[in-house]
């Protein structure tokens, strides 16, 4: 998005091959974690949650991996298409309070 | 369902008007809440309603001012708009506070 896309890191990647986006977060505290896509101009899209928990979650073509020993969390897409091209950004629940990253941008190459 | 709504999609005010923004949602949720995104920057919370009937201030408060019209319906109003206030605003709702924000597709104002 032109207001998103600004300064983000990206990660480009080959059609048809996987992707993994990373998200380091910060409060130890933190019990449930959320991955948005953003489409140029549109609002953040959910795409997948983990509770604290699990380590591992999986949907369509989107798993989630949670590593609490070194806060890490990470998106994986498989088999990525051009429609996947967006800002992935994700969110951590604290005590009262959502953190949400500032985001990767992911550019598919056809 | 349309999920979370919000008027208008784009936005252009001189320093010093007013206006509001208004979002409306039909999932049934009872918590609401506005934020505003800015480049490089993630989502910040400006103001939340965690059920009808309350509001609460979030981060970044300051100039802005809410109002929970019913369950549906969380207005953001800007009294007197400032060029710091240029940014891309997103509400969104979840069932409860400790639960999934859904956003709205944002409206964009621009203070000159």
């Known amino acids: ?110 | 369902n349309a999920g979370v709504t919000q008027t208008p999609k784009f936005q252009v005010l001189k320093t010093g008007q007013s206006m509001t923004l208004q979002c409306a949602q039909d999932m049934n949720h009872n918590s609401m809440y506005w934020y505003r995104q800015d480049p490089g920057m993630g989502l910040r919370l400006i103001y939340y309603s965690a059920s009808e009937g309350t509001t609460d201030k979030g981060e970044v408060p300051n100039g802005y001012n809410v109002s929970r019209l019913n369950k549906r319906e969380f207005s953001l109003r800007l009294e007197s708009a400032a060029p710091s206030q240029t940014s891309v605003y997103f509400c969104a709702s979840g069932l409860d506070e400790k639960e999934t924000q859904y956003f709205g597709p944002g409206t964009r104002l621009l203070v000159l």
């Open chain 1, 1 to 110: 998005g032109e207001s998103v896309g600004l300064h983000l890191p990206t990660l480009s990647v080959q059609e048809g091959d996987n992707s993994i986006i990373n998200c380091a977060y910060s409060n130890s505290a933190s019990d449930y974690f959320i991955w948005y896509k953003q489409e140029s101009g549109k609002g953040p899209q959910f795409i997948i949650d983990i509770r604290s928990n699990m380590d591992k979650r999986q949907g369509q073509r989107v798993t989630v991996l949670l590593n609490k020993t070194v806060k890490h969390l990470s998106l994986q897409i498989a088999a990525t298409q051009p429609g996947d091209s967006a800002v992935y950004f994700c969110a951590e629940r604290g005590y009262q309070k959502v953190t949400f990253g500032t985001g990767t941008k992911l550019q598919v190459i056809p």
